[in-house]
Structure formats: structure tokens, C-alpha cells
């Protein structure tokens, strides 16, 4: 089966740091994305890991551990902009293509 | 700059009813994709296309189509709407690995 946790909500405070975890069980991986979705909007492209690691892009950084199953998102200098859903995805082979399954998001509320 | 984009941002149609979904990428890409996001279920693939003519089962087909007979268009079409297909619908386009999806707005479907 194909299975994707994320934690459903997290509070934070304008500033902070916050690491959004997504554990995986998949048949098959070929990498790991993260997308950004504000309310009523196209989820947005944040990250993707495929070897094991960190990437680091601005304030967001992405890491990824394949033999635990186990990627986070890490935002620093939080914004009240970064309020929005965070969703994690794993690319898995699908016959002749790939498809992505996605878990059901961590919605994120930035305080003052 | 990359734009995908989808007929109509709300929707509302009755059970039995045929409903047309259509979504345009600009881009050039040869895939794309369709699916529905619920409440705590995250989004889940109806179908997807890579290439013209093309069409592949995602991880819930039934009660769906699809039609793609342009590179930039590709239709999601409920043939008899039903109560259940209530949902947000978006369609979502990439050019290949590592398949960075852009999505378009979505469309918000009510089925009374």
C-alpha cells in the first residue's frame, strides 16, 4: 500500500522556526516534493529531494532520510505569508510512468 | 511565465447531469494530470495523459473520462454527476522528470 503522514496542523510564531515532518511508505521512490498551498490557491512547487539529505533554498530547506522513510520541511524567519498548507509528495513508478502520491497536507498558522 | 488554467473556478450542476472540466497549459508539457483534493485526504490522481491521445487509470478513475486531442488541452468529463463528486477538481501539467507539477486554480464542483 501506499501510505503518506503528515501532521494535520501546527501553530507557530512570526520569526520562529518550524519543521514540518512527513513520514512515507511507498512501493517504490523516486523522490520526494514539497508544495506550498494558500487557501482557495494552486498548490506551488517548493522542493524536491531524491538523495538522501538537505536542500536549502532561502528560508526553506528540505531534507531527506530514504531508509527511514522520513523527509522534513524546515521554514526559518517565519512570515505571516508562510500561513498555508504544506503538502508533501512521493513520486512512485506507475506501469510505463511515475505518478505522485500526496499526503493530506499540514496547515501551518503564523501568529504575531 | 508558467500558466495552467481551468474553465471555471466554481461550478454547480446536478446529480445526472454530463459535466466538461477543461484545463489549458501553456508550456509545451507532455504530461498532465487530474485531481480531486478533500478534506483530510489530500490530493488523490483521477487520470493523467502523457501524451496526445493518451490516457492513463490514476488511483480513482471510476465515474470519470478523460480527453486529451491537443498537446495543451485535456478534458476531465463526469459522465452522470453524482452527490459524491463534490470536490475541489485540479488539473496539473509537467514536462518530465523529475516532474515538478504546475497546477492550475482548480475548479470547485457542487453536485445537488
Known amino acids: 500500500g501506499q501510505n503518506i503522514d503528515q501532521p494535520t496542523e501546527m501553530t507557530a510564531t512570526e520569526g520562529a522556526i518550524v519543521q514540518i515532518n512527513c513520514t512515507y511508505q511507498t512501493s517504490g521512490f523516486n523522490g520526494l516534493f514539497w508544495y506550498q498551498q494558500h487557501a482557495g490557491e494552486a498548490p506551488t512547487f517548493l522542493s524536491y529531494n531524491v538523495l538522501d539529505g538537505l536542500e536549502e533554498k532561502g528560508r526553506f530547506s528540505s531534507f531527506l532520510s530514504r531508509s527511514k522513510g522520513y523527509s522534513y520541511l524546515l521554514l526559518k524567519e517565519l512570515q505571516m505569508k508562510d500561513s498555508a498548507s504544506y503538502l508533501c509528495a512521493v513520486r512512485v513508478p506507475m506501469d510505463s510512468s511515475y505518478k505522485l502520491i500526496f499526503g493530506s497536507g499540514t496547515r501551518l498558522l503564523v501568529r504575531p | 511565465d508558467v500558466k495552467v488554467t481551468q474553465s471555471s473556478r466554481y461550478l454547480v450542476k446536478r446529480t445526472g447531469e454530463k459535466v466538461f472540466l477543461e484545463c489549458v497549459q501553456d508550456m509545451d508539457h507532455e504530461n498532465m494530470f487530474w485531481y480531486r483534493q478533500d478534506p483530510g485526504l489530500g490530493l488523490r490522481l483521477i487520470y493523467f495523459s502523457y501524451d496526445v491521445k493518451m490516457k492513463e487509470k490514476g488511483d480513482i478513475p471510476e465515474g470519470y473520462s478523460v480527453s486529451r486531442e491537443k498537446k495543451e488541452r485535456f478534458s476531465l468529463i463526469l459522465e452522470s454527476a453524482s452527490t459524491n463528486q463534490t470536490s475541489m477538481y485540479l488539473c496539473?501539467?509537467?514536462?518530465?522528470?523529475?516532474?515538478?507539477?504546475?497546477f492550475g486554480p482548480g475548479t470547485r464542483l457542487t453536485v445537488l
Open positions: 496539473a501539467s509537467s514536462i518530465g522528470a523529475p516532474e515538478e507539477q504546475f
